[in-house]
């Protein structure tokens, strides 16, 4: 670590997924593949805050990493649609002016990171969906790729055997059920695979600003343009220097309707709590509560980094402001 960057702090964290990851399913060699690609992601970030550069910068500069990684479920890589296609979401957000930017439905934008900023940069607006995103986008100057560059072999297979499984099941959500019950019943039957791969960034920068950015395929055989939490600002994404910056993974309709990462930071504003603290209470109690699996990222003004999860694993990885590089993926993994 350079003189210069020992004076001031700068701190990372990112994610690449939460949900039922086990020693047991994980070969050595894979997970030293996302060891490694953890570490990459990571230190790309931190060269950047190091540098002097902004925490912007430093979070499109991780996530980017793992957009082209087929490890996650973000940008290269990432889930199918019910209808084998890839539609990608992604949010950024700026801590000091609370600017926002997001995309929806996406197809064509080989970074969707990289076009949620220029929504936030270089337009009026906050979101922009589907083809209109896209023409933005190209207009932008963003590289555009044809849609089977996100193809990968491993996630339309994921695709088939949900396909073949829900082909198979009879629907047995009867009337007697519960709506809860129901709508379990339902996430099983279409959603059975719960392992999420989003991939997300905070940091805090030389300047004392952090940001928040989240980039995602969504969930494997979504349908009817379904969109998750990523790019619902607050809810998968949101940044304010006053508290936290935080970047969600998990079951995205709870994540939407717990309006996550801004719970996190109104705990932290109303009830003056540490980013630790609230951040634990909305992902292992509240989320808990309505069965929203997952988990997220914050950091807040001064550093201090929580990654707490709900699942049985979370892709994810730190370098706080003593420079200590923490890379962990199952529960037992403390930094
Ligand atoms: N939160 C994402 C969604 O619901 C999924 C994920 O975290 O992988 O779209």
């Known amino acids: 670590m350079s003189a210069f960057a020992q004076q001031s702090k700068v701190a990372i964290a990112i994610h690449g997924g939460a949900g039922t990851i086990l020693r047991e399913n994980m070969t050595a060699e894979r997970e030293a593949e996302y060891r490694a690609k953890l570490e990459e992601a990571l230190k790309a970030g931190h060269d950047i805050l190091e540098e002097g550069g902004t925490s912007l910068d430093a979070v499109v500069a991780a996530i980017q990493i793992m957009e082209e990684s087929t ?37 064509t934008v080989k970074s969707p990171v990289a076009a949620a900023r220029m929504v936030m940069e270089n337009s009026p607006h906050v979101m922009m969906i589907g083809a209109g995103a896209e023409q933005f986008a190209s207009e932008q ?75 995602t395929g969504g969930m494997t055989n979504k349908r009817y343009g379904r969109v998750g939490d990523v790019p619902v600002i607050g809810a998968g ?18 994540f939407i309707r717990s309006v996550v990462a801004h719970d996190i930071t109104a705990i932290m504003k109303y009830q003056n709590k540490s980013v630790q603290e609230a951040a634990n209470t909305v992902v292992k109690d509240k989320l ?32 706080d402001t003593e420079g200590k590089v923490y890379i962990g993926i199952y529960e037992d993994e403390q930094p």
């Open 288 to 319: 808990v509560d309505m069965g929203g699996g997952g988990g997220v990222i914050a950091i807040d003004g001064e550093g201090n980094i929580a990654m707490p999860f709900n699942t049985k694993g979370m892709y994810r990885g730190s370098i």
């Open 141 to 215: 100057g963003l590289e555009t790729v044809d849609p089977s560059y996100f193809y990968t072999d491993r996630r339309f297979e994921q695709l088939e055997k949900i396909r073949n499984t829900e082909k198979s099941q009879l629907d047995h959500d009867g009337d007697s059920k519960s709506a809860e019950d129901k709508r379990q019943g339902y996430l099983d039957k279409h959603f059975p695979d719960r392992k999420f791969g989003t991939v997300g960034a905070v940091a805090l920068d030389q300047n004392g600003n952090i940001a928040a950015a989240t980039s």
């Open 71 to 107: 490890l996650f479920n973000a940008g290269k890589g990432a889930v199918f649609t019910n209808d084998g296609k890839n539609e990608l979401d992604a949010a950024i957000m700026d801590g000091k002016t609370r600017n926002a930017g997001a995309v929806a439905g996406i197809s």
């Open 237 to 254: 994404t949101y940044a304010d220097n006053a508290t936290a910056a935080i970047s969600a993974t998990g079951h995205g309709e709870y």
